[in-house]
């Protein structure tokens, strides 16, 4: 069965201004598969922007990890 991933700027969360834009090679997948993601930041955040991955299998339920962009 299919996953569905997306990922979601922590500043929308929180009602600020998005800080970062996602670009998925794909969006489902297979246990197994790889998929790639590219972040850019659009907006300086304060030292860094957070973020979320959001895994569902089969539409049913969410997995959700967490990362962080910091600033160079």
Avoid: C, Y
């Amino acid at each position: 069965m299919p996953w569905t991933v997306k990922a979601i700027d922590g500043a929308l969360l929180q009602g600020g201004t998005a800080e970062l834009s996602f670009a998925w090679d794909k969006t489902t997948g297979n246990n197994g598969d790889t998929l790639h993601l590219s972040i850019t930041r659009t907006h300086a955040g304060m030292g860094g922007s957070e973020f979320l991955i959001s895994s569902r299998p089969n539409g049913v339920s969410d997995s959700i990890w967490f990362g962080f962009v910091a600033d160079e």
